[in-house]
Nanobody
């Protein structure tokens, strides 16, 4: 089993910053892609940012230039630095990881429990 534990959510005023962290633990050989998704009120879950093991990144257009995703492979941890936050960034943020269980195959797609980010105007 693999667990993803998120931390760092909270409430902030517009223009403020927050940093989210997500640590993976359990039966992990290696982790390929890790990412952050969010789901706002009455909205579908959407990709915010993703990062490969090698460090290649991908961002939603709405957060480019404001959010930065990074990871520590030794700690199986992914971070999301969020700057210049806007009220429309308010959502539950979920961590996602594509986990390999061994060198011979076997993968699993895992999600964290979600952490609330609220941005007030």
């Amino acid at each position: 089993q693999v667990q993803l534990v998120e931390s760092g959510g909270g409430s902030v005023q517009a223009g403020g910053s927050l940093t989210l962290s997500c640590a993976a633990s359990g039966s992990i050989f290696t982790i390929n892609a890790m990412g952050w998704y969010r789901q706002g009120p009455r909205k579908q879950r959407e990709l915010v940012a993703a990062i490969t093991r090698g460090g290649s990144t991908n961002y939603a257009d709405s957060v480019k230039g404001r959010f930065t995703i990074s990871r520590d492979n030794a700690k199986n941890t992914v971070y999301l630095q969020m700057n210049s936050l806007k009220p429309e960034d308010t959502a539950v943020y979920y961590c996602n990881a594509l986990v390999y269980f061994s060198a011979y195959g076997g993968t699993g797609d895992y999600w964290g429990q979600g952490t609330q980010v609220t941005v007030s105007s």
